[in-house]
């Protein structure tokens, strides 16, 4: 890992083997969008190579916008990264802007990382403080970071939920044990009508792997709390669980 410089404010970190041209290009094009949306926040832009010559580069952007945090995440082949993490930049930052949290589903630019694969070994933990609020909250700051499903306290029931990218309308709600639709909720979605499994980490791993699923949540036996296991470009799997300390949830 090195850093490599900076433009308009933004971090660049590369790891593994990438052409200097690949980094300078992708580096300007970011810079571009920072610059067009006035963005003088700290930035970061992170590029990794994939572990196989030929494969994708991982391009990463960490932003702020209206003391919004933005990411986006996004990989492509050599000669098209720049073009790709610019434009999912820029429609980022457009949708926070004009304040709606709905966009293109399923999306083309990225597909899910769903797989039928042999077991993955975890190789991330992330412990956080979960943030209590509604689904659209969540859902609003799933957008906002480019995620695929976003681990929450819910307000209503007191219980860990997690919301994804799903169909008909675009974002799925998923409770520990609540299956009946919010009260009081101003966003399209459907519910998951089946409560969290209870499975252990290996447990959830296995079951990922060999459905080829591109995240489970699931209910930790141990402390009863939500989890939320998902699968990396790089194809292992990283974990988000509760901080110990957080004492929302059940």
Known sequence: ???????????????????????????????????????????????????????????????????????VQVGGPTGFLAEFVA????????????????RVWPDPARPALAAVTEPRPVVRRKYCELRRGDPRSAATAMDAMDYDAHLFSDAETGEDAAVYWAGPHGVRLARQRRVDPPRSNTLPLSVNPRPALLLTDAEAGVRLCRYGLPFVFFTDPRDKRGRLLYRRYDGDLALVAPAPTDHGGA
């Open 87 to 102: 434009e999912r930049l820029d429609r980022q930052i457009a949708r926070i802007a004009a304040g709606d949290v709905a």
């Open 1 to 71: 890992m090195r850093p490599a410089g900076t433009v308009t404010h933004c971090e660049l970190v590369v790891e593994g083997a990438i052409e200097p041209w690949e980094v300078e290009r992708t580096l300007r094009s970011v810079g571009r969008v920072l610059r067009c949306h006035r963005i003088g926040a700290p930035s970061r832009l992170r590029l990794s190579a994939a572990a196989c010559p030929d494969g994708p580069v991982l391009a990463q952007v960490n932003t702020r916008f209206r003391e919004i945090p933005v990411r």
